[in-house]
Nanobody, 122 residues
Framework: QVQLEESGGGLVQPGGSLRLSCAAS????????MGWYRQAPGKERELVAR???????NYADSVKGRFTISRDNAKNTVYLQMNSLKPEDTAVYHC????????????????WGQGTQVTVSS
């Protein structure tokens, strides 16, 4: 099955930057949209950003103007450039990928990475 390997998390000061990467491997079919979700202590998991296979991005209002999602389809890799980080960005960030198996009855599969910790603190 598809494996998602995340990297790039860490501890940064407010106003700093991080770049998260997520590489999908093992896909025999088509990886469609990919995205980043996060979950902070005591809060529900929320969408941070998502990008279609065609490169169309969507962002949570809280990160617009600060985060940029991009992807390299040849590598099945998605990136999240995070600038102007705030303490409220602190969370475990999970990569997500959607795989579609085509045919008469297309089937979708969702895969999740194990998560990478992002901590924004002075």
């Amino acid at each position: 099955q598809v494996q998602l390997e995340e990297s790039g998390g860490g501890l940064v000061q407010p106003g700093g930057s991080l770049r998260l990467s997520c590489a999908a491997s093992g896909s025999r079919f088509s990886i469609r949209s990919m995205g980043w979700y996060r979950q902070a202590p005591g809060k529900e998991r929320e969408l941070v950003a998502r990008i279609t296979s065609g490169g169309s991005p969507n962002y949570a209002d809280s990160v617009k103007g600060r985060f940029t999602i991009s992807r390299d389809n040849a590598k099945n890799t998605v990136y999240l450039q995070m600038n102007s980080l705030k303490p409220e960005d602190t969370a475990v960030y999970h990569c997500n990928a959607e795989e579609v198996v085509g045919g008469s009855y297309p089937v979708r599969y969702n895969y999740w990475g194990q998560g990478t910790q992002v901590t924004v603190s002075s």
